[in-house]
């Protein structure tokens, strides 16, 4: 008698991952807009941020172009990449010049 693994692995694979699908959060919140109604039952039912969560934005600077990526240094400076290939340091309330010695971008 040959066994075939396949199925037994997919059908392992299904049990052990319906329990990870029960366990997870849910917005039972009402719709943003008034005319909004979800296309299927259980649509809405989506992962929620809690609510303690508050973001605050602030303009550093307006003086970059298309800015791409930002890492922290130990410092507290800021690298930051732009779009066209450039990359600055923000330190001090102050942005340097573009950083020379870089490899181009396409």
Do not use: C
Request: charged residues 20%.
């Amino acid at each position: 008698m040959i066994l075939h693994r396949g199925p037994f692995a997919i059908l392992a694979a299904l049990v052990l991952a319906m329990p990870s699908a029960a366990l997870a959060d849910f917005n039972a919140d009402p719709p943003n807009a008034i005319d909004q109604s979800p296309a299927f039952a259980g649509q809405t039912r989506a992962p929620v941020m809690p609510q303690a969560m508050r973001l605050i934005r602030t303009v550093l600077t307006e003086d970059l172009r298309h800015p791409w990526g930002m890492a922290l240094l130990p410092d507290g400076g800021l690298l930051i990449s732009e779009r066209p290939g450039q990359l600055r340091l923000y330190r001090d309330g102050r942005l340097s010049p573009p950083i020379k010695g870089l490899p181009e971008v396409d």
